[in-house]
């Protein structure tokens, strides 16, 4: 659920999620997911634009009922988040294999029965555990909330089969393993102390994928993992810092398969020259002040270097000898130069956004990258234009956000593109030549002040997702039949016309405009499935919106509904938000759809005197 409250997006969810009763009679029923807060991340070929959003609900957790633990065929259990503690009932469940329970609290010391099951995969946030009781066939172990309390650490080297092992400090355990993905600072407030471990890595012969976050271990037995291909570390203390504890990275030369480094934070720096890696093929390095020295056909072997808020004026770095690159991430860097990329002619993907402080001089010269697919020069205030842009056959995916851009004249060059985000510019007008982009299928102009040729969206043959908000618009543009999600929020719209000709559309938000009512006949589109309408001034809205038979989800949240028709809250599978709004009486349907988790009405004269008489009477209103 999502509340907005004076025009911030809030996460909204309730207190208690109940597995549906009656779960312990699928009696063949192999997996169950219970997950909640995975963030969202910008990835490659994102369509969707979005900042990091990171959720992290308060008083949630998921409740399990004893029936679960019937579930005789069950082989993978995920749930997040976690109640506190780990039923000793989870013993029932004898073909389980893998077992993902983190909880946003503190965990108590899990059952001893873990050790009893078959498990191959466990993911645990382990706060507060003082002994670890593993599983021997585990081949995949990863420990969030790491500190200094468990006194066995040692029982890891029990673990013959281990292929993946994690271990952290940290407990938002997303930063573990993508670091150099995050185009923010880790958040290391949410980690404990650094602390060393003394291990014997020479039991751990199988060990494919090792990553340490704020764990500084030691390299003894390291010669043992000549099967290691990926490697993490990150703290924000150097091992050199206590008291002379070698860098795991010193035996850095002894895994002749590493295919992946990943470093973050303070750890290793002053590792001056590292050895040759003929396996190696991407290399990160998150928010690093130096960069070590790499022989010549270390380099030439890359093919992902990702250098996010890493200063690079300094570096010894061999650019010259990157001929295999096809990922670059150089986002908040310093000292960066397109000229280093020159020879990168397999290059597919590039972001520099916000690189040198947005001082990034024109557009990046893409004749050398002939297969460039993606690009991302988001930030670069001293962007000037598209003019002069050489034709690109390959480019698919360009972001230009927040570049101060006044035109795209010469954007038609770009004849592939299929996703444009020129958000947060200081375009007025679209050029004659926007037509041109026939491959578009992705668009967001939110945060311009375009009012010329604004039409020409509309004669765009692919488009099916595209951002208007926050444009001061008061009325709708020429929109193309094939689209099929419309942000339009944040403008001046009165009145909405009509719609006949959208019938693709699923997802459509006008919240935040003038609305005063809807038209009956104005929704023609039966394939919608989400409309939000919150932040208007509807005091009505018709039943017909009933009909659609796809919608499953309507925001009428904040306005001057005091009605709705019955037919909304009948609705199995809609789930309606009218929080805000000035209802003044509770009906028996009103109380069904809530019990059911579909209405959220929070925030209405009614509800806000049953609280108010609640707490005088010292009960918690809910």
Not at 165 to 189: A, G, I, R
Not at 335 to 351: A, E, K, R
Request: aromatic share 8%.
């Amino acid at each position: 659920y999502q509340r907005r409250v004076h025009g911030a997006t809030l996460p909204f969810i309730r207190n208690v999620c109940q597995v549906p009763q009656g779960i312990g009679q699928l009696t063949h029923l192999r997996v169950v997911e219970m997950n909640y807060g995975t963030p969202q991340r910008k990835v490659i070929h994102s369509k969707l634009y979005d900042p990091l959003k990171v959720t992290e609900p308060e008083l949630f957790f998921w409740t399990i009922p004893n029936e679960m633990w019937r579930l005789h065929s069950l082989t993978r259990l995920a749930i997040f988040p976690a109640p506190y503690e780990i039923p000793a009932l989870i013993g029932h469940l004898q073909q389980l294999e893998e077992l993902v329970w983190l909880s946003l609290a503190h965990s108590h010391p899990w059952p001893d029965v873990l050790q009893a099951l078959p498990l191959k995969s466990l993911h645990l946030q382990a706060v507060n555990i003082t002994v670890l009781q593993l599983p021997p066939g585990l081949r995949e172990l990863r420990l969030y909330g790491l500190n200094t309390t468990i006194n066995n650490f040692e029982r890891l080297e029990q673990l013959l089969g281990l292929e993946h092992l994690t271990l952290s400090t940290s407990y938002l355990f997303w930063w573990v393993e993508h670091p150099n993905e995050f185009s923010h600072e880790p958040n290391y407030d949410t980690e404990f102390d650094p602390f060393p471990l003394s291990l014997n890595w020479s039991r751990l012969q199988n060990l494919r994928r090792l990553h340490l976050f704020g764990i500084l271990a030691n390299p003894v037995g390291l010669q043992a993992l000549a099967n290691l291909e990926t490697l993490t570390l990150s703290s924000r203390d150097s091992p050199k810092s206590f008291g002379g504890f070698p860098c795991l990275l010193d035996s850095v030369g002894l895994f002749s398969k590493l295919k992946t480094i990943r470093l973050s934070g303070s750890y290793c720096l002053d590792v001056p020259v590292w050895p040759a890696l003929p396996a190696l093929r991407e290399w990160g390095c998150f928010q690093c002040q130096t960069l070590p020295a790499f022989s010549g056909a270390t380099i030439s072997q890359l093919e992902t270097l990702q250098l996010p808020r890493t200063d690079l004026t300094t570096a010894t770095f061999d650019w010259q000898a990157l001929w295999n690159l096809r990922v670059g991430v150089f986002r908040r860097a310093l000292g960066f130069s397109y000229l280093f990329l020159g020879n990168s002619t397999l290059l597919v993907s590039l972001d520099v956004s916000h690189a040198n402080r947005g001082e990034l001089v024109g557009f990046p010269p893409l004749r050398p990258w002939p297969v460039l697919e993606y690009l991302s020069v988001d930030g670069q205030i001293r962007l000037n234009g598209f003019n002069g842009v050489s034709p690109h056959a390959t480019l698919h995916y360009l972001n230009a956000g927040s570049c101060r851009l006044k035109s795209i004249l010469g954007i038609e060059s770009l004849s592939a593109l299929d996703t444009l985000s020129l958000e947060n510019n200081a375009l007025t007008s679209l050029p004659i030549t926007f037509h041109l982009l026939t491959n578009l299928t992705h668009l967001n102009l939110a945060h311009n002040p375009v009012r010329a040729q604004l039409d020409l969206i509309g004669t765009l043959p692919r488009l099916q997702w595209l951002n208007l908000d926050h444009m001061e618009l008061t009325a709708l543009p020429s929109l193309p039949p094939t689209l099929k999600t419309l942000e339009f929020s944040w403008n001046r719209l009165n009145t909405i016309p009509q719609w006949a000709r959208l019938a693709k559309l699923e997802r459509l938000s006008i919240s935040h405009n003038s609305l005063r009512t809807l038209p009956k006949d104005i929704f023609q589109s039966q394939a919608l499935q989400a409309l939000s309408l919150n932040h208007n001034i509807l005091n009505s809205i018709p039943a017909e919106l009933c009909k659609l038979p796809h919608l499953t989800e309507l925001d009428l949240a904040w306005n001057d509904l005091q009605h709705i028709p019955g037919c909304f809250l009948d609705h199995p599978r809609l789930r309606l938000e009218l929080e805000g709004n000035g209802f003044l009486l509770i009906t028996d349907e009103m109380v069904i759809a809530h019990t059911e988790g579909r209405l959220h009405l929070a925030h209405n004269p009614v509800t806000t005197r049953i609280c108010r008489l609640a707490q005088k009477h010292g009960v918690p209103c809910l």
